[in-house]
Structure formats: structure tokens, C-alpha cells
């Protein structure tokens, strides 16, 4: 039984993640039951857990519905982790170990090859290679109850609408803001760190949160 609430929690949150499952979908647990070839128990089960963690919303007697996005509760997301991640960065600067930096340049160059070929599923490959990147970044820092905080309010559904609203020119500045974050940790420079990371993640809300973008949805 957990195994099978295991993966339908897998498939139905990625399809959430990759935009399979747009904002607003309907999810019903007879349909999702049948794809995935269990019964619909724990379809229910997995249902119950991404409401725990926001990306589902369940009504009573209305069903389960991937959760909207307002532009107020993006605004809110971005402009957290503006000032929490910037901070992380700069902690990390110094706290970072070596091998630590050299993972994050690693991530750096894959993420850059995915950018340039845009192989099938880049999306999901670049959105997974990005949170790593951000949580090396965040667990250097040292600060358990800072990377508590951030974990809090990252949303990796958002973070991949973000990479599927990139233009070419909008992947190219986030790809050099990645390697200037690791030129930065390498050179032990807090505020620098601290100023690029600031400037990715404002990069990345002026894509979503444009006065043309997302209309509020709920």
C-alpha cells in the first residue's frame, strides 16, 4: 500500500510540476486510478498529501483541484526568497566546503548544456538541476532554522513555471548568474554572493510576475 501511495504521489506531483496538470485541473480519483493502474485508495491517499503541501486543494464534496496562483501569493514567494536566499548565499560564501562549490559548478555546467540543446523534458531535467543547485547552496549556509524558513517557501511548481516562461535571452542571464554565484563562493565574497543572488531571483519574478503576466487565478 505504500509503495502504491508512493508513486501515484510521484506521477500525479510531477505531472503537477511539468504543467501536465495545469493550475486548475480537476482531479478525480477514478480517472487518476485507472491511469495509473492502482485502485483508488491510494489515489486518495496521495491526494490528501499534495493538499498537505498546498499543490492540491480539496473541497468537500467538490474533489480535489491543482491549487492556483494568485499574482499576490507569487509576489509573496519571490520577494521571500529574495531576502532569504541572498542571505544563504552570503553565509554560504564562507561556510561553503570545497567540494561543496565544486558540486555547484558541476550543476552549473549541466545546466548550461540543457539550456543550449533543449533535449525532450529539458524543463523537468533543468528544474530538478536548479533546485539542487539552490539547496546546496541554502544547506551551506549552516543555518538550520534559515534552511527551514526556505524550505517553507520554495515551490518547485513555480519554479518550473518560471523555467517554462523563460526566452532564450531569459536562460542566458540565468545561466550566467549560476556561474557567477559559484565565481563568488569560490573568491569566499559574501556580498557578492549575496548581490547576484539577489539579482537571479529578481530576474526570475520580473519573468513571471510581468504587468502582461499571470492573471490572478485564485
Given at each position: 500500500m505504500a509503495e502504491a501511495v508512493e508513486r501515484v504521489y510521484v506521477a500525479i506531483r510531477s505531472g503537477i510540476i511539468d504543467g501536465t496538470y495545469p493550475s486548475g485541473t480537476p482531479l478525480r480519483a477514478e480517472s487518476l486510478a485507472g491511469q495509473l493502474g492502482v485502485s483508488r485508495t491510494p489515489v486518495r491517499e496521495a491526494l490528501r498529501r499534495l493538499d498537505a503541501e498546498g499543490l492540491v486543494r480539496i473541497v468537500a464534496n467538490q474533489g480535489a483541484r491543482v491549487t492556483g496562483w494568485s499574482r499576490r501569493a507569487m509576489e509573496e514567494v519571490f520577494d521571500l526568497r529574495v531576502r532569504l536566499e541572498s542571505y544563504a548565499a552570503e553565509l554560504g560564501a564562507s561556510a561553503l566546503s570545497e567540494s561543496a562549490v565544486d558540486e555547484l559548478e558541476r550543476l552549473d555546467g549541466e545546466m548550461r548544456q540543457l539550456s543550449d540543446a533543449r533535449p525532450a523534458g529539458f524543463i523537468e531535467a533543468i528544474t530538478a538541476a536548479n533546485s539542487q543547485f539552490h539547496r546546496i547552496i541554502?544547506?551551506?549556509?549552516?543555518?538550520?532554522?534559515?534552511?527551514?524558513?526556505?524550505?517553507?517557501?520554495v515551490e518547485t511548481h513555480l519554479v518550473g513555471m518560471t523555467f517554462r516562461n523563460y526566452a532564450p535571452a531569459d536562460f542566458a542571464r540565468s545561466?550566467?548568474?549560476?556561474?557567477?554565484?559559484?565565481?563568488?563562493?569560490?573568491?569566499?565574497?559574501?556580498?557578492?554572493?549575496?548581490a547576484i543572488m539577489q539579482s537571479h531571483i529578481l530576474a526570475a519574478r520580473n519573468v513571471v510576475i510581468a504587468e502582461d503576466g499571470p492573471a490572478d487565478r485564485g
Open positions: 541554502v544547506d551551506g549556509s549552516m543555518n538550520q532554522r534559515l534552511a527551514a524558513l526556505i524550505s517553507m517557501v545561466m550566467a548568474h549560476h556561474s557567477e554565484l559559484v565565481a563568488a563562493f569560490r573568491a569566499r565574497n559574501g556580498a557578492w554572493a549575496s
